[in-house]
């Protein structure tokens, strides 16, 4: 029998639910200050905000519709009958307040939805939005992700991300006030990366007790400027072996109740330059795992815990800070 080496989301949703539990992507027309002008025009070097749409996506969809098709497709493709309504597109704090609570609300009339998710940015959170956050969390689960990307101000700069490390560490903390849970999305890979840039990330999530991480792999999608740079041989991607290696080493640092909601990233098959393995996700899990197992090794190791103190952490359904989610 597989022994579980990382508290994985749909574990501790289940654990939460009862049932299996699935994110249905929702998209309400948001934008982005690092492509508005707000902070830059040019947006982050990785970034092609077409990579994230759902498959189903028609701009006419209201959020009603667009659910309807997300959740037949889940429905039937994983047999859940729970959803997540996960608002995707670009910074969805980044806008009118009325019109993201809005769409919230409709989102959470939806037959099923039992829970909200939307991704923003470290700069996008003003007092109106945390407000807005403060009366979602007393109603239903809601999950805010924050794009931390890296701990280096120097890999953030690389990245055109237009934000530093010390913003990120201040919105986790900010919203860790709030009856929400947080997760932050970062990149491993990025050319010019360090161990010791990847060793800071990990505690700067550790330190501000972020509830979850997504853990993605560089890729290289059409129309960025990521995509001039890899043709023009300015960088190499990093293999799957040094990867799932990378993963593992992170995954050690990594305090053992954070729940592990993604270990790889990839965009459409049609819009990926590099690398060929990121679209093979189940080959690049099973690698991960692998090492894992290799090395006899699991989330949190490295900080001091024993495996039975993380399989105690599964058993239960508490969020970073030890209490029972809502």
């Not at 990785?46 to 994230?52: A, G, I, K, L, M």
């Not at 307040?97 to 991704?119: F, H, M, N, S």
Request: charged fraction near 25%.
């Amino acid at each position: 029998m597989e022994v579980a080496r990382y508290r994985n989301l749909n574990g501790f949703l289940r654990k939460r639910f009862g049932h299996r539990v699935h994110k249905v992507g929702v998209c309400g027309g948001f934008g982005c200050p690092n492509r508005d002008g707000s902070i830059d025009t040019a947006g982050c070097v990785f970034c092609n905000p077409r990579s994230s749409l759902p498959k189903s996506y028609d701009s006419s969809d209201s959020v009603t519709e667009q659910l309807r098709k997300g959740t037949e497709y889940v429905s039937e493709r994983f047999k859940a009958h729970r959803y997540i309504a996960y608002l995707q597109d670009q910074t969805t704090t980044h806008g009118r307040v009325d019109e993201l609570e809005k769409i919230c609300e409709e989102a959470l009339e939806y037959p099923g939805v039992v829970g909200l998710a939307l991704c923003t940015r470290p700069d996008c959170l003003p007092s109106e939005i945390l407000s807005l956050f403060g009366r979602l969390g007393q109603k239903t689960m809601l999950w805010v992700e924050v794009g931390v990307q890296s701990a280096s101000d120097g890999i953030l700069r690389s990245m055109n991300r237009g934000h530093t490390a010390a913003e990120a560490e201040e919105a986790l903390k900010t919203l860790g006030e709030l009856p929400v849970l947080t997760s932050a999305h970062v990149i491993l890979g990025y050319p010019g990366e360090s161990e010791d840039d990847v060793w800071a990330t990990a505690e700067l999530l550790n330190k501000t007790r972020t509830d979850g991480v997504k853990i993605h792999n560089l890729h290289v999608v059409e129309g960025t400027p990521l995509a001039r740079h890899y043709r023009e041989g300015l960088f190499e991607m990093i293999s799957l072996e040094h990867y799932a290696a990378l993963v593992a080493e992170f995954l050690e640092r990594l305090e053992p109740d954070v729940i592990v909601e993604r270990l790889t990233g990839e965009a459409p098959p049609e819009m990926t330059l590099a690398p060929d393995w990121s679209l093979h996700k189940q080959l690049a899990l099973g690698r991960i795992r692998s090492v894992l197992e290799e090395r006899d090794t699991w989330q949190g190791r490295l900080l001091g815990y024993s495996i039975e103190e993380l399989r105690a952490i599964l058993r239960s359904d508490l969020t970073p800070g030890g209490s029972l989610v809502r």
